[in-house]
């Protein structure tokens, strides 16, 4: 009969570290059994029901790697935890990439344990619950400021439902626009860390050479112009949520430290020795393919592997096309209500057009549309002529044919669109953004870097 207690099988070929893990996981509030080799782990494993399996990479006998495979052929979904020296990392991640949960580094402390521990457990009974609920007929997930009409992202709010409560690491992928940072906020508000702090950071929008200090903060004298200390990002998000989007750009030296953090929830501001311990929840997103990024070398293993615990993926608008009616109805009554226009609706031709579109922005650009629609519009309902999509690019005849204008460069042709859109939009430059899919900053960028005037915005 399974014990009350979550219960651990701990296979450690010496006596007194099994004896210890043993002891002391028992005070914690573990039901504990020992083996001191893989054989005998999988003779406990087939007499006995366990909730979690940490085991020693390396053992005599059976390696831990094998031991790995032939617990996973026995219970695929049970978690297993490896514990490695410094110099086997490489075959840690082997080891996670043939389906470890996660593993830890010797030597470390009971409390980094117990923490992977609680956490396997929890994202354990979350993949239970979520198969239980996706057998449940009928259920419909709400979230505030999400449309979620479709079954697709009805599947992304199921794991939301099921992820938030935990303290797992959650990695968002989805394609620009999609609504990366939504799904993070509602993480972060059905969570236990609700009432503490929702910090974000978008690492492309910040200089390599600010992305350190700006994640883990510096002291006085740190360079030139640090007047002052200054708490980073993850001191500002203690015992709370940090949201660090474009997670695939962060730069080598930086994932390093990244990793830290996750591994001893520990760092160190820059110019400083002093070592802070912060209790953060870290969601991260990314638009590319990290396991691409693997492949080429420009992301580290270990850190994609503590950082994909539980991976959530938002389809694109144009594979869940069933949500673009609610979608238009949510944009078009906030772009009213922050307007001020008498717009209330849209004609079916004009829904059409919006349904007939393949949307290569997602939810950003249709809001965008939205947007520009009800601002330039006349009537109280939106028709075709109110809706200005840009168009899939003009095919051309043969593969020698210019992508550009002719006598263009690529630069004068950006130029060109920028000084377009800002006559269209009579010199405002939020509606010029707006129209271009870009932030207010990105367009005072592009503005500066090609020499263009900035002139004064127009209301």
Known sequence: MKPEKPSILIVEDEPKMRRLLELQ??????????????????????????????????LPGMSGLEFLHAVKRVNAELPVVIMTAYGTVESAVDAMKAGASDYVLKPFSLAELVLIIRKELATHHLRQENRDLREALGHRYEYKNIVARSDKMQAVLALVERVAPTNATVLIGGESGVGKDLIARAIHEHSQRASGPFVKI????????????????????????????????????????????????????????LLRVLQDREFERLGSTRTHKVDVRLVAATNRDL???????????????????????????????EDIPALAELFLEKSARESGKAVRGITPQAMKMLMDFHWPGNVRELQNVLERAVT???????????????????????????????????????????????RRADGNKSQAARALGLSRNALRYRLSKMGVSDPPEKE
């Open 25 to 58: 996981l028992a005070e914690e509030g573990f039901h504990a059994r020992t083996s001191p080799d893989a054989e005998t782990g999988l003779q406990l494993l087939g007499k006995e029901p366990f909730d979690v399996i940490v085991t020693d990479f390396k």
């Open 202 to 257: 978008n690492s492309t929008a910040i200089p390599e050479t600010l992305l350190e200090s700006e994640l883990f903060g510096y002291e006085k004298g740190a360079f030139t112009g640090a007047t002052s200390n200054k708490p980073g990002k993850f001191e500002l998000a203690d015992r709370g949520t940090l949201f660090l989007d474009e997670i695939g750009d962060v730069p080598a030296a930086i994932q390093v430290k």
């Open 291 to 321: 396991r691409a990024a693997l492949e080429e070398g420009t992301f580290r293993e270990d850190l994609y592997y503590r950082l994909n615990v539980v991976a959530i993926d938002i389809p694109p608008l144009r594979d869940h096309k």
């Open 376 to 422: 330039l519009s006349s009537g109280a309902i939106l028709d075709v002529g109110d809706i200005h999509i840009d168009g899939p690019p003009r095919r051309v005849s043969t593969d020698s044919a210019p992508v550009l204008p002719d006598g263009m460069t690529l630069e004068q042709w950006e130029e060109e669109l920028l000084r377009e859109a800002l």
